[in-house]
């Protein structure tokens, strides 16, 4: 495969949905999301506009990371439904003209995985080594500093075979060892499996953390670590835990060779690192993750100026024939029209669909506007609220059942079903069928934008001609094929007017009043954007 086969692709014109199954659609009266749940609502994601799905886990798990701790690679758990139902749901969105990315969990097994149960039966297990076992500190205590994610050491103490293992998230989410070839051919199994049932790709959990140091060294303490308001796993800094060179060569580009020799699947990495250390998961001529998961909008500042500084940072830092691409949420952060209001999230829409070059991920229920639902204390799920009360780290409230109808169960549930997160309030509103027909709603908001992204390819593939701040707005100009399209948001509380690089000849979308088509001004009010085509 050349070079240029590798780093070319669907997914680069593609727009990615994340469904978070639980909250999608409950069709079996348990009060969690299931796959028919999904499949009857394929509808939407057509209507939407949106060209891939990628669904979190569906795999058997005793669920105490709600999927994140796999029991079976290769299963489906009940509670989603049966193979029969997964493979109704691929055919049926294949036939939509729809891919579908699946979730796998590489860094680490649910504990209930017959792996794990054999691995710390004994010490001479044949899978003994599949997972990371050591002795306790000479004096005592877990063998390293190093702390998990969900809260507290990432070591805990196995009392029958008198070691620790290692668990970069819960005790329930043991850490596999890649070091071991057996685990790197039987993870690549399960992955060829669901390549086999035509599954387009994966987006692979915490990628990053696949390896450890070899020696096993302490992890620098982070001397700016506030217990009080910071998480405990921000107490150290992540040297010898984490990111390891090893990562590429034993866990992504074996990976990558298995998409490529199946044929153009893609594998985009979750990887929470600064830019500089992200764009190494491209590896050297294609031969890492198609998309390492951009989040630096996750944690974005809000005004001109910081996204321009930003947009540039990032795509100076991008290898040769890296794509970008960009999200504005997932089912662990808060919600974007939380953190920047409901209508900063209308203009982080247009950015992301029309001003930001790369592949966009949007998150279920974004497209409606959901902002995150408060959990009563009697209602928290998230183990991650429980290990870390009080400190933003708890999940539930982006993860609610997506709101479909008016009413009780939202069209998430059955009425008299208790959902297995609060709904919410459910403004008139705030719903799928509220906005379908809705002009301005932020549902109908996505659609324009999404048809507008498929028909101009100066928004689904074209470069930056220029991305510059005028005051509080910030301008940015794409062009391809003859096409020059300006972006326009105007992140201030003011009326703003902005000066073009040539004259406009049509208004793609805005208020129509907001663009004087004969001249290279336009006039935008305050939080508003416009999409216009400018003179070539
Ligand atoms: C990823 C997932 C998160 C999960 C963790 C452990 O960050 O997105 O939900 O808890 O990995 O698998």
Same mark, same amino acid.
């Given at each position: 495969?050349?070079?240029?086969?590798?780093?070319?692709?669907?997914?680069?014109?593609?727009?990615?949905?994340?469904?978070?199954?639980?909250?999608?659609?409950?069709?079996?009266?348990?009060?969690? @999301?299931?796959?028919?749940?999904?499949?009857?609502? &394929?509808?939407?994601?057509?209507?939407?506009?949106?060209?891939?799905?990628?669904?979190?886990?569906?795999?058997?798990?005793?669920?105490? =990371?709600?999927?994140?701790?796999?029991?079976?690679?290769?299963?489906?758990?009940? &509670?989603?439904?049966?193979?029969?139902?997964? =493979?109704?749901?691929?055919?049926?969105?294949?036939?939509?003209?729809?891919?579908?990315?699946?979730?796998?969990?590489?860094?680490?097994?649910?504990?209930?995985?017959?792996?794990?149960?054999?691995?710390?039966?004994?010490?001479?297990?044949?899978?003994?080594?599949?997972?990371?076992?050591?002795?306790?500190?000479?004096?005592?205590?877990?063998?390293?500093?190093?702390?998990?994610?969900?809260?507290?050491?990432?070591?805990?103490?196995?009392?029958?075979?008198?070691?620790?293992?290692?668990?970069?998230?819960?005790?329930?989410?043991?850490?596999?060892?890649?070091?071991?070839?057996?685990?790197?051919?039987?993870?690549?199994?399960?992955?060829?499996?669901?390549?086999?049932?035509?599954?387009?790709?994966?987006?692979?959990?915490?990628?990053?953390?696949?390896?450890?140091?070899?020696?096993?060294?302490?992890?620098?303490?982070?001397?700016?670590?506030?217990?009080?308001?910071?998480?405990?796993?921000?107490?150290?800094?992540?040297?010898?835990?984490?990111?390891?060179?090893?990562?590429?060569?034993?866990?992504?580009?074996?990976?990558?060779?298995?998409?490529?020799?199946?044929?153009?699947?893609? &594998?985009?990495?979750?990887?929470? &690192?600064?830019?500089?250390?992200?764009?190494?998961?491209?590896?050297?001529?294609?031969?890492?993750?198609?998309?390492?998961?951009?989040?630096?909008?996750?944690?974005?500042?809000?005004?001109? @100026?910081?996204?321009?500084?930003?947009?540039?940072?990032?795509?100076?830092?991008?290898?040769?024939?890296?794509?970008?691409?960009?999200?504005?949420?997932?089912?662990?952060?808060?919600?974007?029209?939380?953190?920047?209001?409901?209508?900063?999230?209308?203009?982080?829409?247009?950015?992301?669909?029309? @001003?930001?070059?790369?592949?966009?991920?949007?998150?279920?229920?974004?497209?409606?506007?959901?902002? =995150?639902?408060?959990?009563?204390?009697?209602?928290?799920? =998230?183990?991650?609220?429980?290990?870390?009360?009080?400190?933003?780290?708890?999940?539930?409230?982006?993860?609610?059942?997506?709101?479909?109808?008016?009413?009780?169960?939202?069209?998430?549930?059955?009425?008299?079903?208790?959902?297995?997160?609060?709904?919410?309030?459910?403004?008139?509103?705030?719903?799928?069928?509220?906005?379908?027909?809705?002009?301005?709603?932020?549902?109908?908001?996505?659609?324009?934008?999404?048809?507008?992204?498929?028909?101009?390819?100066?928004?689904?593939?074209?470069?930056?001609?220029?991305?510059?701040?005028?005051?509080?707005?910030?301008?940015?100009?794409?062009?391809?094929?003859?096409?020059?399209?300006?972006?326009?948001?105007?992140?201030?509380?003011?009326?703003?007017?902005?000066?073009?690089?040539?004259?406009?000849?049509?208004?793609?979308?805005?208020?129509?009043?907001?663009?004087?088509?004969?001249?290279?001004?336009?006039?935008?009010?305050?939080?508003?954007?416009?999409?216009?085509?400018?003179?070539?």
């Amino acid at each position: 495969m050349t070079e240029r086969t590798r780093t070319q692709g669907w997914w680069r014109e593609a727009v990615i949905y994340q469904v978070y199954p639980r909250s999608y659609r409950d069709t079996d009266g348990d009060g969690v @999301g299931d796959l028919p749940g999904i499949a009857s609502r &394929l509808d939407h994601l057509a209507e939407l506009g949106v060209d891939a799905v990628w669904i979190s886990p569906i795999y058997p798990s005793p669920m105490a =990371d709600f999927g994140y701790d796999v029991a079976d690679y290769t299963g489906i758990d009940p &509670l989603f439904g049966t193979m029969a139902d997964f =493979d109704a749901l691929l055919a049926a969105a294949h036939g939509r003209g729809l891919k579908v990315i699946l979730d796998f969990v590489p860094n680490h097994s649910s504990e209930a995985h017959p792996w794990f149960v054999e691995s710390r039966s004994s010490h001479d297990n044949r899978r003994r080594d599949w997972y990371i076992w050591r002795d306790a500190a000479p004096e005592g205590g877990p063998p390293t500093n190093w702390q998990s994610a969900s809260g507290g050491p990432a070591w805990e103490w196995d009392g029958g075979t008198g070691q620790y293992y290692l668990h970069t998230f819960l005790p329930e989410q043991p850490d596999l060892n890649w070091r071991n070839p057996e685990v790197r051919a039987a993870m690549l199994d399960a992955m060829r499996f669901w390549f086999k049932k035509g599954v387009d790709g994966f987006r692979l959990d915490v990628v990053y953390h696949c390896v450890k140091d070899a020696e096993f060294r302490e992890d620098p303490v982070n001397p700016d670590h506030e217990p009080a308001i910071d998480p405990p796993f921000g107490a150290v800094i992540r040297t010898h835990s984490s990111d390891q060179p090893e990562v590429m060569p034993l866990v992504v580009e074996p990976m990558r060779a298995l998409a490529d020799e199946m044929g153009g699947r893609l &594998l985009i990495g979750e990887i929470y &690192l600064p830019p500089a250390r992200l764009m190494r998961y491209y590896g050297t001529d294609g031969s890492g993750v198609q998309l390492p998961f951009n989040f630096a909008l996750v944690f974005a500042d809000w005004n001109a @100026g910081a996204l321009r500084d930003l947009i540039l940072g990032y795509e100076r830092l991008l290898p040769e024939g890296g794509w970008p691409n960009w999200v504005l949420g997932n089912h662990d952060q808060s919600r974007i029209a939380t953190r920047i209001g409901p209508g900063g999230a209308r203009l982080a829409a247009v950015l992301l669909l029309a @001003g930001l070059r790369g592949t966009p991920t949007i998150y279920y229920g974004d497209e409606i506007g959901m902002e =995150d639902v408060p959990i009563p204390p009697d209602r928290v799920r =998230d183990p991650w609220e429980r290990n870390m009360p009080g400190l933003g780290e708890g999940r539930d409230p982006c993860r609610t059942p997506m709101r479909w109808t008016d009413g009780r169960g939202a069209g998430f549930c059955a009425p008299d079903v208790k959902p297995w997160l609060p709904i919410g309030t459910v403004g008139p509103d705030g719903t799928v069928a509220a906005q379908a027909d809705a002009p301005g709603s932020m549902l109908t908001l996505h659609q324009a934008l999404l048809r507008l992204r498929r028909t101009h390819p100066a928004l689904h593939r074209g470069d930056y001609e220029a991305i510059d701040v005028q005051g509080d707005v910030l301008l940015v100009v794409r062009r391809a094929k003859g096409e020059r399209i300006a972006v326009a948001l105007n992140f201030g509380d003011r009326m703003a007017e902005v000066a073009l690089p040539s004259d406009v000849t049509g208004v793609l979308l805005g208020a129509q009043d907001a663009a004087r088509p004969s001249a290279k001004l336009l006039r935008l009010p305050l939080r508003a954007a416009a999409i216009v085509a400018l003179a070539v």
